[in-house]
Every structure is written in C-alpha cells, then in structure tokens.
C-alpha cells in the first residue's frame, strides 16, 4: 500500500508548513512493526523555467503550470517506488501483525497540483501499486496569504515593495483564474473515481484511475490552528477507505 497526499492552495496558504509537520506526525503514528517510507516532494523544485526579478514579471507566467516538469516529477514518484518497494520483516514475528510490508508515504505539495491531476490520478504514476490518494484543499483568505508570503524570508525595502506588487497584480489574480480552476479538477477526478468504484465493469478509460481518492477541505486563516489541521488531515488518511469529501474547520 502506498499513501500519496498532495497538497494545494494558494500562496502563503500554508502548503509546506502542513505538510512538512504532516510528514513527521505520520512516522511518529506508523503501525507497529512497520517502518515508514517518506518523501516529500514541493512542486516548486520543478519549475524548469529560469528565474526573473519580480520586478521584471510582467504576466502569469510564473503562476501556472507551463513551465513545471510534470514529467521529472512523475519520474521521481515511480524512482522512490521502485527504490523502496521490499518487504521489511515484523520486528516481532511472533506477533500477527496484518500485513509487513514497509509502509510508504509520498507527500506533494504545490499550488498547481490540479493541474496534473489526471497524472496524480493514474495507475502508471505509481507503476502498478495500490495507491490511496489524498487531496488537501487549502482555503486560505487573500490577506492572509499576501501577509505570510511577505514574511517568508527577510527582504530589503525595495525587494519587498516588488514582491508586494508582484502578488497584487499576478500572484493572486493568477490564483484565482488558474489555481482555482486547478483545484477544481480533483473534485472532478475524485467523481470518476467514486463512478469506477460504484461499478463492477467500468471499461474505457476509467481503466487507467486509481481505486482509492479522498478530499479533505481545510481552512489555514488562522495559524494558531495548525496542530487541529495535523491531527484531522492524519486520522482521515489513516481512518478511511472509499471516495468522500470531508471539511475540517479550524477552532
């Protein structure tokens, strides 16, 4: 069994917090006697597009999927699969333990995941293996968005003042007209899952979709909040089996 999260959301959503936290939760709960397998990879390491200035940007040509190498991704899912596809022993053996097999987790974070979801949603991606995906849908206020992805790193004045007006003119406007639609393709996947499973002979291509797809809406406006978000997001990947879309708020 193989667990894929990805997560998206806009900008400053919080995506690389999550699932950097969400990565270190999942070993800590793995089941006794297996050992978990992670990898967590960011979409932005595949933007194959050469960097430019803020201030010399001048489209959405940084904001959507164009320029990410979906491909080299794709390769390094089915790389860590392959690589890590042995059977570990039960540290007890005379325990009977369901199953020994190394649990393995591929976490993918990015805010144009849905743009690739046909891919995320294939059989191939994962050479054969029995996927359970998990989408995460971050809703996050623009505000709030803007305000963590000024704070990432410490900037003089002027580099602020252009990333403040990148994200005002590009990053959310490009959010909104590509992120959005993006995101709504995995609801889309995730019905044509819920379809295949509903029939015993689907033919075409509903042959070539995973068995197991999952939604989990959560909300990051508020930061104090991220612990809740952790320990909901972890017990539906370890609790559920079949298509659904759950909504978690944060208290």
């Not at 006794?32 to 397998?37: A, F, H, L």
């Not at 959507?64 to 190498?69: M, Y």
Request: proline fraction near 3%; glycine fraction near 6%; charged fraction near 25%.
């Amino acid at each position: 069994m193989i667990t894929v999260i990805l997560i998206t959301g806009a900008s400053g959503s919080g995506k690389s917090t999550l699932a950097n936290r969400l990565r270190i939760e999942m070993k800590r709960s793995s089941c006794p006697g297996k050992r978990v397998i992670s990898t967590l990879i960011h979409q932005d390491d595949y933007f194959a597009m050469p960097f430019k200035p803020y201030n010399e940007r001048n489209d959405l040509s940084y904001e959507g999927h164009q320029g990410i190498d979906w491909h080299q991704m794709k390769a390094h899912i089915q790389s860590f699969i392959n690589d890590n596809g042995n059977k570990l022993d039960c540290q007890n053996k005379e325990e009977n333990i369901a199953g020994c097999d190394d649990e393995r987790i591929i976490i993918v974070e990015g805010h144009m995941l849905g743009a690739a979801a046909d891919m995320f949603h294939n059989i191939e991606t994962y050479n054969g293996s029995h996927v359970k995906l998990f989408t995460v849908l971050i809703d996050c206020p623009r505000d709030v968005c803007r305000r963590r992805r000024l704070r990432r790193r410490s900037r003089s004045n002027s580099e602020l003042d252009d990333l403040t007006n990148y994200f005002d003119n590009y990053v959310w406007p490009g959010y909104i007209k590509l992120g959005v639609p993006a995101m709504l393709s995995f609801r889309r996947m995730n019905e044509k899952v819920t379809r295949k499973r509903k029939c015993d002979n689907y033919i075409g291509y509903d042959n070539y979709i995973i068995d197991s797809s999952f939604i989990v809406e959560v909300s990051t406006a508020n930061e104090d909040g991220l612990e809740n978000i952790v320990n909901h997001v972890q017990n539906q990947v370890t609790r559920y089996c079949q298509p659904f879309i759950i909504r978690v708020e944060e208290s």
